[in-house]
């Protein structure tokens, strides 16, 4: 059994050092481990970056989820990319409560028209784990899409992160290729 295993079965990354002391690890110990899984999270995300072109869903996937599928609180944010794909950068553009992040087009446009975005993916978590869209989500989804295609900027998807799973609206058909 490894750390690996150590790690999904107490998910040691959200909890407090407080109760890590305890189950019996020493402050020193619980350092150490926050510390290795930061750095791995790390090591991942840069990883996915040098991936350089998004071709898929489970690109921004593994780019994204070691950081936002243990969140308590709902995180919305914009990934922009240029006319190849690649990615400029992302913005975080809300953080919520426990379960609703509240986001505005206006926001989103006006993040993709400082960066020159010729496209962008929406990318939220879900804190209870299921990634499967509320109706709010959805709602928001095609508001977001018809405000681009007022300016001409592509909305490639909308990833959802659970724990550990993901739910792609490109993927399941509720944004279509132009």
């Known amino acids: 059994r490894g750390l690996g295993d150590v790690y999904k079965r107490q998910n040691i990354d959200t909890k407090g050092f407080a109760e890590l002391k305890r189950k019996g690890l020493g402050i020193a110990k619980i350092s150490q481990i926050k510390a290795s899984i930061e750095i791995g999270k790390r090591f ?12 898929t869903s489970q690109d921004i996937v593994d780019y994204f989820i070691p950081y936002m599928r243990d969140l308590k609180k709902e995180v919305f944010k914009v990934v922009l990319l240029n006319g190849k794909n690649k990615i400029i950068k992302d913005v975080t553009l809300s953080e919520g409560i426990l379960t609703k992040s509240v986001v505005h087009p206006r926001e989103v446009i006006k993040e993709a028209v400082t960066e020159s975005a010729a496209a962008l993916i929406l990318i939220h978590n879900h804190p209870s784990g299921e990634p499967q869209p509320s109706q709010d989500d959805i709602e928001i989804t095609n508001r977001i899409i018809s405000v681009c295609e007022l300016v001409g900027i592509k909305i490639l998807d909308h990833i959802i992160i659970g ?13 279509r290729e132009e």
């Open 44 to 55: 991942l995300k840069e990883k996915s970056l040098s991936k350089v072109k998004v071709k």
């Open 163 to 175: 724990d550990n799973n993901y739910f792609s609206f490109f993927n399941e058909g509720l944004i």
